[in-house]
């Protein structure tokens, strides 16, 4: 079974995180099968645009926390993680091809982080994206550190970060982080329809676009470093496996 599949609509690469029992939770597996998805859809020369949505009642409920001694059963195990996670911010930002989110349900941790790594965004009216790490003693990746600054600036992104307060689908349109609120039964037609008009447009001066947007590479590539190994270090610290355990107690 693959965690992540491809297929294509017309010019359009549909890539789908496919762990519904799981609400997409982010496992090793999952990270190894969405890389292979998205090279694909990035590399497929028939492909002019990329949607990007999740299987089930959500879009991605983040960590698979289940699954956190596993991820820092040892120092190696900890980068793998980490470096894996960093990859698929690469894949969706350092691409070609422009990325088109249909988002619904829960958009947690790094699935949030996802979201914000798409160039557009529709949103189900179900969206609630929100980061837990704070609270669990796990640190952001996907390059937020540097993105959130640029859209929101550094008090409102200390606050959602931090805080780790619940945004709904108005919240983020609000914000600017999503593009269109949609009902959920109308995510994916509506993101199908809005990346068939984005693979309409030259491929060369999109590519061209999103090369020149999404980087100032080296500032976005420099604050993935950091949050990897910012990460790395959180994964080992025994006050996160502390708050891990507690979480899984409260859950429990």
Same mark, same amino acid.
């Given at each position: 079974m693959s965690f992540a599949t491809h297929h294509t609509v017309g010019r359009v690469s549909v890539v789908t995180l496919n762990r519904p029992e799981r609400l997409n939770a982010i496992s090793g597996d999952l990270l190894v099968d969405l890389h292979a998805a998205l090279v694909q859809a990035q590399a497929d020369p028939a492909t002019g645009a990329i949607v990007l949505t999740g299987a089930?009642?959500?879009?991605?409920?983040?960590?698979?926390l289940k699954e956190f001694d596993q991820q820092s059963e040892s120092p190696a195990a900890i980068a793998l993680h980490c470096? /894996?996670?960093?990859?698929? #911010?690469?894949?969706l930002m350092f691409g070609p091809k422009l990325v088109v989110g249909a988002v619904h349900g829960y958009a947690v941790g790094g699935g949030f982080e996802w979201v914000l790594n798409c160039d557009l965004v529709v949103a189900g009216e179900s969206l609630v994206g929100f980061f837990p790490e704070m609270a669990l003693g796990h640190f952001v990746t996907g390059?937020?550190?540097h993105l959130l600054p640029q859209s929101l600036g550094h008090q409102r992104t200390m606050e959602l970060i931090v805080l780790g307060e619940r945004q709904d689908a108005a919240a983020l349109h609000r914000l600017g982080l999503v593009n269109r609120v949609v009902p959920d039964a109308e995510r994916l037609d509506t993101a199908l329809a809005l990346a068939a008009?984005?693979?309409? /447009?030259?491929?060369?001066? #999109?590519?061209?676009?999103?090369r020149l947007l999404t980087s100032q590479q080296a500032a976005l590539?420099?604050?993935l470093e950091q949050e990897r190994q910012a990460a790395q270090a959180c994964f080992a610290d025994p006050d996160t496996a502390a708050r891990i355990a507690g979480f899984a107690t409260r859950k429990g």
């Open positions: 089930g009642r959500a879009f991605c409920a983040g960590d698979d470096e /894996r996670i960093q990859q698929i #911010t690469r894949d390059g937020v550190t008009e984005l693979a309409s /447009r030259s491929a060369g001066a #999109t590519a061209r676009l999103k590539n420099w604050a």
